[in-house]
């Protein structure tokens, strides 16, 4: 009773299915377009075979009949106009309806995001994060220090022993007694060695024996 009273509630077009529906009158515009030129052709050979029977009062209907087809194919290029018109305008329609869905659910989604993330735990992470960074950079540097790194050396102070070094050195030479320089033998010359020499007790003792002999 309520349907008869107050009919079916409006039903959202769809996009889609309204662009189906217009292609479809478009299609049977221009067919409708094409019967008609074809109509009109047909009435202007008409008047030429009267025209040429002499027969000039069925010619002009003849003439008459192919401009009200003419009126009608202009009247439907006006319908196929209009259409092509709805026809962008709704494509346009709904890439925009499309685009502005496609935005709403990705807000909804980064507000869901947003809600399961608190910035306190944010937070939080991120100074985990850095604090397990600095650990790590520090345990790296200690492994990668050289063994006896932590003392530190100064540089003028090793310089300055160097320099006591060498001169304490260069004292004890000029203390050390002068040596004789060693004797430069020729290229290809052997140095003459002395005749080896008997030795003196032995000499003494037959000596000895020879005077004890005269006797």
Known sequence: MFKRLFGRPNQEPNAL??????NE??????KKESVLQKKASAEVEKAREFARGKNKKVAI?????????????????????????????????KATTETVDALRTGADAM?????????DDVDKTMDEINEQTE????????????????MEYD????????EELEGA?????????????PVQVPAG???????????????????????????
């Open 61 to 93: 209907q003849c003439l008459k009949r192919k401009r009200m087809y003419e009126q009608q194919i202009e009247q439907l290029g006006n319908f196929q106009l209009r259409i092509h018109d709805q026809m962008i305008t709704l494509e346009g329609a």
């Open 111 to 119: 507000k869901a995001m947003q809600k399961a993330t608190n910035i």
């Open 169 to 181: 050195e260069l004292e004890e030479q000029l203390l050390q007694p002068a040596t004789t320089a």
């Open 189 to 215: 010359r052997q140095p003459v060695r002395p005749a080896p020499q008997k030795h003196k007790a032995e000499e003494d003792e037959l000596a000895a024996l020879q005077a004890e002999m005269a006797l």
């Open 25 to 30: 009158t478009l299609e049977m515009l221009e």
């Open 155 to 162: 540089e003028d102070d090793l310089e300055a022993e160097l």
């Open 17 to 22: 299915n309204t662009i189906d529906k217009l």
């Open 135 to 150: 650990k790590m950079r520090q345990i790296q540097e200690a492994l990668s220090a050289p063994i006896g790194a932590g």
